[in-house]
Every structure is written in C-alpha cells, then in structure tokens.
C-alpha cells in the first residue's frame, strides 16, 4: 500500500484538519463529533441541507459544504457510516430557525444513523425531513442496502435543493423538490481496479488486468457482471443504455410524516426516460481515472443521448463522488425542468463544485 498518510487511523482527521486550514472562507470543522459546516452558519431563516457518508468519496460529501449546497456534512471513517451524535450535533449547529434536510444515501448505516438523529433533532424541537437517494440502476439490493443504492444523483439533489434553499424554499416545499430530483435520475458504475482502505492495507477485491466489473457501488460491491475488458464506447453504452432503458418501477421508502408525528412508507413511482427529454449528465470519475478519459465517455454518452432522442442541457464531469484511488467511471442521467434547470444554475461555493460567485 503506497499512500500519502501518516497513520491509517488519523486519516479523516488530518484531512478535515487540512480542510479547515485551507478553506476558512467556506468551512469550518467541529471535530468530536467530526462534522464539516459552512462558515456563516447558522443563515437564519433558510432551510438548512445536511448530508454525509463515508469518508474516501472526496469531495462528496464534506468538500460540497457551502454557499449554494450544504450546509452541513458528516464524514464517517473510510467507508464507513457517520455515527448519529455527528448527525444530530451537525444538525443542531446549522438550524436557522426554518428547519432542516437531511439528504441520505441509500445505505443501510447511513438510514438508519440519520433516521435516529433526525428523531433526537425533533426531539429538540427541530423540524427535519428526511429524503433518501436511492438511483442506482445496477442493482435492486446489494451487500449494503435494501433497495437501490445511493449514488450520483446525491450530488445532483445537494446543488439543486442548495440553491432552492438559498432562494428562500420552505421545509416542506425543499423536502418535495429533492424527491422530485431522485426519482428523475439513474446512475450506473463501474470499476477497472480495485480500491485500498486504508485501514485494510490490502486491495477490497481482486479485478485481474484484462477485466473489469460493470454495476459496482462506489464501496466496491459487485456490480452487474464481470467481464473482459471493452473500449471506452463499448463500456459506455452498456452503461447508458442500462440507464436510459430502465423500467419504470415503484419501490416502497420510509419518509416523516409531520401530521402524523412518525414514520411512515411511502410508495415513490419512477418515470423512465423518453424521446423529447431534457436531461443534465454526469460523468463522474472513481478516484484514480486519468483526466483524460472522462471525455471520451462523455463524447459516447452525448452520441447515444442523441440517437434516444434525449437533450443535453446541462452537465458535470470530473471527480465528484470518488471510490478513493479506483479507476472508473460512473454515469448519471437526471431528467431536467424548469425548475431543475433553474436551481441547477444558481450560484455555489464549495471546495469541489463553484460557479456564478
């Protein structure tokens, strides 16, 4: 294992200690319990955006807090879920009195970690609403979900719900908007390597070199298929095609009822993409994919976004949502409105996305 550490086990502190030395502009670090918040918080009167996961997808989650996406993330250890007493005291420091989000990914510790903290919050007399991102089209349950799991349409619901609490959205009306933006996207991985945790010292998994696997999950769970290794177009349009291809379903989540004071399921139905589609893509890199290649998949992607009649009107590229150093790429496909569109466009100040400031 060749890494730029010094312990294994003072990974995710060195780091946040080094975020908080080179961006004091935007955030700060609360540290035991670890949390990331954005500099001017608490903003009174707008709703606050809170997140986290895993440390070793930088910059997601702690490298999007700031003007215009969160106000508040929870870095866990490396790969590992952030603990409800990060969730909670994050919670708390970023309330400015109109209450708060919490955007979860799909992952059985993160759901459960942040359903506890958002019932201590209101406990505290916060309004939380809770929405999970569930858009993986790889897979319907992995060896960390029940479900779908959470992945590049995270990212895409932090910017657009940032900039909708930033132009004054109510709790509720936030709440409906972050819905909207999960159940119109789908995304789909895939690695060429393999990754190393620190902490493990060793490879998650073995992907000999004239392999790789389609449909992995940014921990390194298994994918669809494994496979001899295709060319960037051919990688591509699997991916694509999986995405734009996949069926309606409707699939049962947990959400806080307000009236009702509990939780409760509720049935969430999926539209699928078709001809006449506005959408934003997302190219997104693992970690260690050379620069250089993420356009070539985007240059696939807009060729077959064309043949299925959809239109490109916005899009990101670059590494995004990491798997630390694998090499590979994710695809995100988000279908666009107005609103969408709007919100998208609204200015941000992060560490790893800025514009329009």
């Known amino acids: ?43 009174k009167g707008k709703v606050a955006i809170v997140s ?18 969160l106000d508040a993330a929870c870095p866990g250890q490396v790969f590992t879920s952030p603990t409800p007493d990060q969730m909670l005291e994050a919670t708390k420091m970023v309330d400015g009195g109109a209450g ?13 970690n942040f359903e506890m903290a958002a019932d201590m ?29 959470g992945v590049g349409t995270t990212v895409l619901a932090e910017k657009i719900c940032g900039g909708a609490a930033e132009k004054g959205y109510d709790l509720q009306k936030l709440a409906d908007l972050c819905r909207k933006v999960n159940i119109n996207g789908r995304s789909m991985g895939m690695a060429l390597t393999s990754c190393t945790v620190p902490m493990a010292g060793k490879p998650t998994f073995d992907l000999p070199e004239d392999e790789m696997e389609i449909g992995i999950g940014i921990h390194g769970e298994p994918g669809r ?4 290794l295709k060319t960037a177009d051919e990688i591509t349009e699997m991916m694509a095609l999986a995405i734009i291809e996949d069926p309606a379903y409707t699939r049962t989540v947990r959400e806080w009822d307000e009236g009702k004071g509990e939780w409760v399921d509720v049935d969430l139905a999926d539209p699928p993409f078709k001809a006449g589609d506005k959408v934003l893509a997302f190219v997104n890199s693992m970690g260690g994919t050379p620069a250089i290649e993420l356009p070539i998949v985007y240059r696939k ?3 077959i976004c064309e043949k299925k009649g959809l239109k490109i009107v916005r899009n990101l590229m670059g590494p995004i949502i990491t798997s630390l150093e694998m090499q590979g790429c994710s695809i995100t496909l988000l279908k666009m409105d107005d609103e ?8 941000v100040k992060t560490i790893g996305m800025r514009w329009g400031m």
Request: glycine content about 12%.
């Open 340 to 347: 969408l569109i709007e919100m998208w466009d609204a200015p």
């Open 100 to 112: 708060v989000l919490h955007i979860v990914k799909n992952y059985t510790g993160d759901v459960m």
């Open 52 to 69: 986290g996961g895993g440390s070793g997808h930088e910059p997601m989650h702690g490298g999007l807090v700031g003007v215009g996406m």
């Open 301 to 303: 992607l807009h060729e």
């Open 225 to 228: 298929k494994r496979m001899k």
């Open 1 to 43: 294992m060749k890494k730029l550490i010094n312990k294994p086990e003072d990974v995710v502190k060195e780091e946040l200690e080094g975020m908080a030395l080179a961006y004091p502009d935007i955030v700060k670090v609360h540290f035991d319990p670890d949390f990331v918040y954005r500099a001017d918080a608490p903003v």
């Open 121 to 149: 919050a209101r406990g505290e007399g916060i309004q939380v609403a809770s929405i999970l991102i569930d858009d993986d089209a790889a897979v319907k349950d992995s060896l960390y979900t029940a479900g779908r799991r």
